[in-house]
């Protein structure tokens, strides 16, 4: 391919009346882990939403696999091969895990389910376990862990996963961000990762992006921003853990 | 160590405390008895007169107050008497039997005019039961599955109801194809309802839906060259098996269903035949909506009704789903209409009003949302108790109101408010699944 395979150039977007990307260029390659940091409110969800067409990016151009998705609606969006982990997890909570695996492979042809059902319930064997439960009477990580299975029922080109960690504790934390970094190892996965856990995600990034009022203020390598001064006093404090 | 103020943890309000909360509403009860009962209009010669009747207005207080006492006391222990009615669950052995209850209730059903009891009342009212059961079928698949609220149900009915109507006297086609013209003329309809109101949400569809009943009620009540206006349309032709008829005399041309059989002449023939043509009908859309709940199409609905922006990520497009759902809601309350048109043979505006919308989403929510079972369960309920109450018909709808009520405090999700999951496991190990589409 001529590009990387996620582009966003100059891209501005307001979230209601709040202007919340002001201009942001941010590049995937095929086969990375990027992080995405920022304080609250510093636009990284609403950058996730804009690739995801909503809200439609008031300017600037977004291209994956050098296709413009500008204007495009979502569920297009979705068919293009990108696979969104929603913030607060978004899991149909009256329907069993099996049948919200079932929706996340909509897009993906049938002959291929079984083997997809194998391989998250190799991730996530807890899972396996769960299959016949209502998604709702799940613990908050096994809804996280269904979250991002029922995403790659689809059989993704990149994944993008809004704050995995939300609420969560500290073991499960780890599992999932090592879920996260198996999948981009093993099977080559691109991902896209918005954190406010800092210190895990940019451990496991190879490039990462510091977000600010809706814009880009600092890049670099995961390990770079780790060792940068700025970056530990403004997101790391007290968050190594 | 006893403490006789608080025998147990039920009732933790002491007399006192009871006999203010009597009290007050007694207070209340005059007052409003003052201008309900204690004024009323009498028609003498000279005109309407306003005549006081102030003797009603302590004795409501006096009853409200007891009424009220006896609640408070009884309170705790009906509670603990309806405990165990609220918290029961079918046992775990009546599971095997699930499979089989479809089945069983249909073969029921069959039978159920060929029964020694059944006389025309019973079957009469058996195929009300059953359009309603059809009607809420389809509304089961907007409200329960895709969790669209529609208040203008009765709008399809009526469509359905008048293509029958108009295709039949108008262009003399036969029941059968004025049936299917019904359901696809109010699946169309449908469609180009839906395409306006997709944006909307909640309780901003639930108006305009209550909108469009109201709509094509008064479309259809003043489209007088059409329609017939208040006076409806009547000579709509009759449901036939296969070219019979079920009249005492041939049409000309035609021949009877007694003239073919041998079966010697009966009025409650086509009676049987009406009622089974409405359960084939009813039937049909129940498995339907059954296999259409395994599909891709049918999860989409629930995946919509549960999360539309996740929907979305997952590359499902909301409003080919919505569309959908309206659409196949609207082909069965078409197809209700039409033979509600063909068993009448005479239909007005005055059957579709908002009351009939009402009653449909009554039946699906007291039924519990997105249940089959519980849709049928609710419709004999709605439809056979006011018939119950025929006796003291001037209190029908204050029973019917206190039933709802009851339903709703002790089971608030609807009778059977638990949802079946459309695939299941028959062993730990998980299969494939093959119907994954």
Known sequence: MAGPLLQLSDVHASYGPVHALRGVNVTVNEGEIVTLIGANGAGKSTLLMTICGNPKPAQGQILFQDKSLVGMPPHLIARQGIAQVPEGRRIFPRMTVLENLQLGATLADPAHFAEDLAICYGLFPILEKRQAQRAGTLSGGEQQMLAISRALMSRPRMLLLDEPSLGLAPLIIRQIFQVIEQLNRERGMTILLVEQNAYHALKLAHRAYVLASGEVVLTGSGRELLANEQVRAAYLEGGAH | ?437
């Open chain 2, 1 to 437: 160590m006893a403490a006789p103020a608080s025998p147990s943890t039920g009732t933790p309000f002491p007399l006192a405390h009871r006999l203010r909360d009597a009290g007050i509403a007694g207070l209340v009860a005059m007052v409003l008895a003052i201008p309900f009962l204690g004024l009323r209009t009498v028609n003498l010669d000279q005109g309407l007169v306003v005549q006081a009747n102030l003797a009603y207005v302590p004795l409501a207080g006096v009853l409200v107050f007891l009424g009220r006492l006896i609640l408070g006391l009884l309170a705790a222990p009906l509670a603990k008497a309806v405990a165990p009615l609220t918290a029961w669950r079918p046992p775990a052995s009546a599971q095997r039997l699930r499979p089989w209850g479809g089945p069983l209730l249909v073969l029921a059903a069959m039978a159920l005019p060929f029964l020694p009891f059944a006389n025309r009342y019973v079957i009469d009212l058996g195929t009300t039961a059953l359009i309603y059961i059809l009607l809420a079928t389809g509304l089961n698949i907007t409200v329960g599955l895709a969790g669209l609220l529609d208040l203008g149900f009765a709008a399809f009915y009526a469509i359905g109801a008048y293509t029958c109507a108009l295709t039949t006297t108008q262009l003399h086609w036969g029941f059968w194809p004025a049936l299917a013209a019904g359901g696809l003329a109010s699946s169309l309809f449908a469609v180009l309802l839906s395409l306006p109101i997709l944006r909307l949400r909640g309780d901003y569809l639930a108006i305009v839906t209550l909108g469009f009943g109201e709509i094509t009620r008064i479309i259809i009540l003043n489209w007088q060259g059409l329609t017939g206006g208040p006076n409806g349309v009547s000579g709509i032709a009759r449901p036939t098996l296969f070219g019979l008829t079920f009249d005492r005399r041939a049409p000309a041309g035609g021949q009877t269903f007694s003239e073919v059989t041998g079966i010697a002449y009966a009025p409650e023939h086509r009676l049987i035949f009406l009622y089974l043509v409405i359960l084939a009908l009813t039937v049909l859309a129940a498995y339907t909506v059954a296999r259409l709940r395994r599909l891709p199409i049918g999860r989409a609905w629930e995946a919509l009704r549960e999360d539309e922006i996740a929907c979305r990520s997952l590359g499902i497009n909301p409003t080919m789903v919505k569309v959908s759902a309206y659409a196949t809601g609207a082909l069965m309350g078409g197809l209700a209409g039409c033979f509600f048109a063909a068993r009448q043979g005479f239909v007005s505006p005055e059957s579709f009003g908002f009351m009939e919308s009402a009653t449909i989403l009554a039946i699906v929510v007291l039924g519990g949302m997105g249940s089959q079972a519980g849709v049928i369960i609710a419709a004999l309920f709605i439809v056979v108790l006011p018939e119950l109450a025929r006796g003291f018909a001037d209190y029908r709808m204050l029973a019917f109101g206190l039933a709802m009520i009851l339903i709703m405090i002790w089971k608030p999700g609807g009778l059977l408010s638990g949802r079946l999951p459309t695939i299941r496991l028959s062993t730990a190990k998980p299969k494939p699944v093959a119907e994954a589409a």
